[in-house]
């Protein structure tokens, strides 16, 4: 349809960016809006407005580049004729426009090309043009969704991807749902406001433009670039095949799916085991002083209560950190100690645990303190460790890059 130039004066090639293809494409867009005359069609007794068919779309875009090739156009009228070879081009150009999201079918809404019959196409609203509307954001597409779910299911109910990409939308943007789904009702009850022809053929363009911008698995990927696409088909090479074996090497020698699976077992056995004592898990018995301003379960497990409850005492078995932790169990397990003649033993412990957690500037006091009461010779309450494990104790304690918090742990 558009004539080549000659060789001689042929300039060369110079590759066209993106959005001087889109600007090519308004300037046709714009000739058709001027000369097409959309009116209403009757489609199996529905009224279609706002349409065309295909064949007079086609018929347009060869009028619009007859007049753009044509320096006489201005006093001639386009010629009407249009051979085969024209009528291909012309059909070509016409499923550019409709992949680019400029026209959009209006029955068969997933169709991929343009057909030269009687199909009903409705022009692209130019606030959608790809021109425009470059970028296409994820918190607008989210609105777009939520609108969609708040008005009829019937007829503007989500399909299956779409309400994926709604949940996974939830999920990205839960930090800000409530906007979004202010934002929805706001535009729907503009949209309602609207006459009922006008709401017919916006609904379908906006659904058309988010169909290109945001399509499934059987549509064309309009905004994905060429990197994109080189990425997919890269064979990969030696060295990241390399990198991916050392990589599965090491996860079969560590099994981090096992230690998962581990640490979530003793975690799941750990909360239940601690849910009886947990006042946000059951209740506490008689009950709780928050709630019923009874303070009996105070009085009840106070720390210089003669008879401990039962609840109490069964909480020691778990373990021994429960047992010490309490100020009556520590008591009752000083008291067995000290008829066994190995008190110094739990002294020696909690001074280890007193001195994890105290100060950097009461650590070097602290460790000689323990040091000279429990570990060095002729201590007062020297306590029975193995001579290899005093000789490293002693050793860890001496060497001044070490920290003494615990150098004693050993012991």
């Given at each position: 349809m558009t004539s080549l130039p000659s060789s001689s004066t042929a300039a060369p090639f110079v590759p066209e960016t993106k959005n001087n293809i889109l600007q090519k494409m308004d300037t046709?867009?714009?000739?058709?809006?001027?000369?097409?005359?959309?009116?209403?069609?009757?489609?199996f007794r529905v009224s279609v407005p706002q349409a065309i068919t295909g064949q007079v779309l086609v018929q347009?875009?060869?009028?619009?580049?007859?007049?753009?090739?044509?320096?006489?156009?201005?006093?001639?009228?386009?010629?009407?004729?249009?051979?085969?070879?024209?009528?291909?081009?012309?059909?070509?150009?016409?499923?550019?426009?409709?992949?680019?999201?400029?026209?959009?079918?209006?029955?068969?809404?997933?169709?991929?090309?343009?057909?030269?019959?009687?199909?009903?196409?409705?022009?692209?609203?130019p606030y959608f043009w790809p021109s425009h509307a470059q970028q296409a954001?994820?918190?607008?597409?989210?609105?777009?969704?939520?609108?969609?779910?708040?008005?009829?299911e019937l007829?503007?109910?989500?399909?299956?991807?779409?309400?994926?990409?709604?949940?996974?939308?939830?999920e990205l943007l839960s930090h800000m749902w409530t906007f979004i789904s202010a934002q929805a009702e706001l535009q729907l009850k503009a949209l309602k406001?609207?006459?009922?022809?006008?709401?017919?053929?916006?609904?379908?363009?906006?659904?058309?433009?988010?169909?290109?911008?945001?399509?499934g698995h059987s549509n064309i990927v309009f905004e994905e670039g060429l990197q994109k696409l080189d990425r997919k088909i890269r064979r990969p090479t030696i060295s990241h095949l390399h990198t991916t074996i050392e990589r599965l090497r090491l996860a079969l020698k560590t099994k981090p799916w096992l230690?998962?699976?581990?640490?979530?077992e003793i975690m799941t056995n750990w909360t239940e085991q601690f849910a009886e004592y947990d006042p946000f898990l059951s209740s506490p018995q008689p009950s709780n002083p928050w709630i019923s301003d009874d303070s009996t379960l105070w009085v009840l497990n106070a720390d210089n209560v003669e008879v401990p409850t039962e609840r109490r005492v069964k909480r020691w078995g778990?373990?021994?950190?429960?047992?010490?932790?309490?100020?009556?169990?520590?008591?009752?397990?000083?008291?067995?100690?000290?008829s066994e003649f190995s008190s110094e033993n739990l002294r020696f412990w909690m001074s280890i645990q007193d001195l994890k957690y105290s100060a950097n500037s009461q650590i070097e006091t602290k460790a000689q303190?323990?040091?000279?009461?429990?570990?060095?010779?002729?201590?007062?309450?020297?306590?029975?460790?193995?001579?290899?494990?005093?000789d490293e104790t002693l050793k860890c304690i001496n060497e001044s890059h070490t920290s003494r918090r615990f150098c004693l742990f050993a012991s």
């Open positions: 046709v867009l714009l000739r058709i809006l001027n000369s097409a005359h959309l009116k209403t069609h009757k489609y347009h875009i060869h009028n619009a580049f007859y007049a753009s090739s044509s320096p006489s156009s201005s006093n001639q009228p386009p010629s009407s004729v249009m051979t085969a070879e024209d009528v291909g081009e012309a059909v070509h150009f016409a499923t550019m426009l409709l992949q680019y999201g400029y026209i959009f079918p209006v029955i068969d809404v997933h169709a991929q090309s343009v057909k030269e019959d009687g199909t009903l196409y409705r022009i692209q609203l954001d994820n918190v607008e597409y989210a609105i777009y969704l939520s609108k969609r779910l708040l008005r009829n007829k503007h109910g989500l399909d299956e991807e779409e309400a994926d990409a709604y949940n996974r939308s939830f406001e609207r006459k009922k022809a006008e709401k017919v053929v916006f609904d379908t363009e906006e659904r058309a433009f988010w169909r290109t911008r945001r399509p230690k998962m699976l581990k640490a979530s778990l373990s021994v950190i429960e047992l010490v932790r309490d100020p009556i169990g520590r008591q009752v397990l000083e008291s067995f100690l000290d303190l323990i040091l000279d009461e429990y570990l060095a010779a002729g201590s007062p309450c020297q306590v029975n460790v193995d001579s290899r494990t005093l």
